[in-house]
């Protein structure tokens, strides 16, 4: 599965984005999908996934409330709704999928799109 993520931006604190990742290659219904972050200096962490059927959403306790996390299975799509962004916001954002388990590693990873949130 190649997977690729745009959307990724400058944007003022409160502000929001919408991050995208298109995946071919392979059957995207049948992978867990979701997001990661990595930002200056520290270690990657899990932001949000979803099920396979989009049913089931899973968030990290701070962007709960905030973000959203979709997709579209007729279109190989995935998406993260980004709101209320603040300054921990800024990062590199990856999108990621796995036939069965996301987290910890899953089995591909898109490229990475930078988000930047000023303060």
């Known amino acids: 599965v190649q997977l690729q993520a745009s959307g990724g931006g400058l944007v003022q604190a409160g502000g929001s984005l919408r991050l995208s990742c298109a995946a071919s290659?392979?059957?995207?219904?049948?992978?867990?999908m979701g997001w990661f972050r990595q930002a200056p200096g520290k270690e990657r962490e899990f932001v949000a996934g979803i099920s396979m059927s989009g049913a089931n959403t899973y968030y990290t306790d701070p962007v709960k409330g905030r973000f959203t996390i979709s997709r579209d299975n007729a279109k190989n799509t995935l998406t993260l709704q980004m709101n209320s962004l603040k300054s921990d916001d800024t990062a590199v954002y990856y999108c990621a999928a796995d036939p069965e388990v996301l987290v910890p590693n899953p089995a591909y990873w898109g490229q990475g799109t930078l988000v930047t949130v000023s303060s």
């Open positions: 290659g392979g059957t995207f219904s049948r992978n867990v």
